[in-house]
């Protein structure tokens, strides 16, 4: 794939920090290509999940949920989503089966027409 190096880290690292910081035990990291045109970017974690009432709008600025007390200014998982839509992709946050908040980044998967140019630009940095 092809992207802001730097914005996408923050992306998965705010997801990492949520999954750290509100989610309880292990947290699941899973980077899937989907028939080669998307890349899904899994953050699960072993917690309680989200408050349902949360859901629909927990990629809103400034939006958290009511139980939640530990800090922060609810601008992490809306930072995710202006990443995600500027690199052509969405993101999606679930209560997964077991339990425990599911979130998935999916971006545009570097097609082969756009792979011819990319190794002219060996060493510089990746900014598309």
């Known amino acids: ?26 947290v699941h990291l899973e980077a899937v290509t ?8 899994y953050v699960r974690d072993d917690g309680v999940g989200f408050p349902p009432e949360f859901l629909p709008r927990a990629f809103e600025r400034f939006t958290r949920p009511s139980s939640d007390r530990r800090g922060g200014t609810g601008l992490g998982l809306s930072i995710v989503r202006t990443i995600a839509v500027a690199h052509g992709g969405s993101v999606v946050a679930v209560n997964g089966e077991r339990g425990g908040a599911d979130v998935c980044v999916v971006l545009p998967a570097l097609v ?10 060996a060493g510089r940095p990746n900014t598309q």
């Open 34 to 41: 989907e028939r080669g045109r998307r890349v899904a970017l």
């Open 1 to 26: 794939m092809s992207g802001d190096r730097i914005r996408l880290e923050q992306a998965l690292g705010n997801l990492v920090d949520n999954a750290l910081r509100h989610g309880g035990g292990t």
């Open 112 to 121: 082969r027409s756009e792979a011819s140019h990319v190794g002219k630009d």
